[in-house]
């Protein structure tokens, strides 16, 4: 059984910093991604990383505030989360992908590549 669980989520000032982790079993998978959903807000992308060559993706909103890293070998993706605003508060899903095709990056900014995903972990950013 595939299991996605995420830990490390809570409550931080602003300027403030929180890791994320996800660990995954049953499985091994090609690429993993974090998103992120504000309340009234659609779903989007935080980072992304894929494995093989360890290639990774960020959106712009995030971009050197946060860093997101893997081990492979325990399966199990994080996300370092600096310099936190207000604006970062949202629950926040740990994704993966089991297919070994490699997608373009704006493929990889939807939720179509991922076929399993965590129950989500709250940040909450006060002001």
């Known amino acids: 059984q595939v299991q996605l669980v995420e830990s490390g989520g809570g409550l931080v000032q602003a300027g403030g910093s929180l890791r994320l982790s996800c660990a995954a079993s049953?499985?091994?998978?090609?690429?993993m991604g974090w998103f992120r959903q504000a309340p009234g807000k659609e779903r989007e992308v935080v980072a992304v990383?894929?494995?093989?060559?360890?290639?990774?993706y960020y959106a712009d909103s995030v971009k050197g505030r946060f860093t997101i890293a893997g081990d492979k070998s325990k399966n199990t993706v994080y996300l370092q989360m600096n310099s936190l605003k207000p604006e970062d508060t949202a629950v926040y899903y740990c994704?993966?992908?089991?297919?070994?095709?490699?997608?373009?990056?704006?493929?990889?900014?939807?939720?179509?590549?991922?076929?399993?995903w965590g129950q989500g972990t709250q940040v909450t950013v006060s002001s």
């Open positions: 994704a993966a992908d089991r297919n070994s095709y490699f997608y373009s990056r704006n493929t990889y900014y939807t939720e179509a590549p991922y076929d399993d």
């Open positions: 049953g499985r091994t998978f090609s690429t």
């Open positions: 990383i894929r494995w093989s060559g360890g290639v990774t």
